[in-house]
């Protein structure tokens, strides 16, 4: 069965796949064409529900969720993993609803909780890795990062305001739903429970064996330094992106709810046994 599957080229995303990628696991009957790009390109791509499985966003799943159903495997979700917003130092950020603000995309989860934090800024869209620099330089106030750059930022000398996923925690008192991985809801069910345990299998032969996926995940990292890139894995792959369980649900089933989904469809493929 060919699928398209996917993914952005961050290291917890690569590291999760690259045994699927790499052949370095049996897929069995699968037979995968990877799409790998920025999560934001991915989550436009799944409002035309144009990828069977894909990486996403969980504000973007909020905006795509008739179409779409949750894999138990492959998502980043946790504490102390959420998005910043930072600034130049000596930025006065009092009123933030006067600045101007860089996000990663209309449709990330940071978008999201940004105004979970804040509503009403003035926002610009900024590729990810593009908002630190734009801040640094001036061409704009403050911006919201996210994946490697909250170990970065720092050291271009820019000050944190918030941490909008502990801003999450503290309110909501459950983890915090980054992005998921998604698969299309008109798919056979057994397909999609299939996917979810190839999934779980290519994380942990990561796990089992780092020094065969390490070339795979570092080859997209591009210029990205080795410890950055190890802390990186540690902090967004972990027990949730084995198998989301009963506490990662309520997370996600409260975040899509703060998003406006209602709907008695199930967020969450069966348990394929």
């Known amino acids: 069965m060919k ?15 690259a045994a699927m990628a790499n052949g370095l696991i049996d897929c069995q009957d699968f037979e995968f064409e990877f799409v790998i790009k920025d999560v934001e390109e991915l989550n436009q791509q799944a409002l035309l529900e144009t990828l069977d499985v894909t990486k996403l966003s969980f504000h973007a799943y909020a905006h795509c969720y008739d179409s779409y159903i949750l894999l138990r495997s492959g998502s980043a979700l946790g504490r102390g993993c959420g998005p910043l917003l930072i600034c130049r130092p000596g930025f006065d950020h009092s009123s933030l609803t006067e600045a101007r603000i860089a996000i990663p995309g209309k449709l990330t989860t940071a978008n999201f909780l940004l105004d979970f934090y804040q509503n009403g800024c003035n926002k610009e869209v900024y590729p990810f890795d593009q908002i630190e620099t734009a801040i640094a330089e001036g061409g704009i106030d403050a911006g919201v990062i996210i994946h490697e750059n909250r170990f970065t930022y720092a050291s271009h000398g820019l000050d944190k305001i918030v941490d909008l996923g502990a801003h999450w925690e503290d309110q909501t008192e459950l983890p915090i ?5 998604v698969g299309l809801r008109k798919l056979p069910m057994i397909v999609l429970q299939r996917m979810s345990g190839l999934i779980r299998e290519s994380l942990d032969f990561a796990y089992a064996n780092p020094a065969a996926v390490m070339p795979y995940v570092r080859a997209h990292a591009q210029e990205m330094d080795d410890s950055v890139m190890s802390r990186h894995i540690g902090l967004y792959v ?12 309520s997370a996600i089933t409260h975040f899509l709810a703060k998003c406006g989904v209602e709907s008695e469809l199930p967020v969450m493929v069966e348990k394929y046994l």
Do not use: M, Q, R
């Open 238 to 249: 972990n027990e949730y992106s084995k198998e989301l369980d009963t506490v990662a649900t």
């Open 3 to 17: 699928l398209t599957l996917g993914f952005s080229p961050c290291p917890n995303d690569t590291f999760i796949f």
């Open 177 to 181: 739903p980054l992005g998921g991985i």
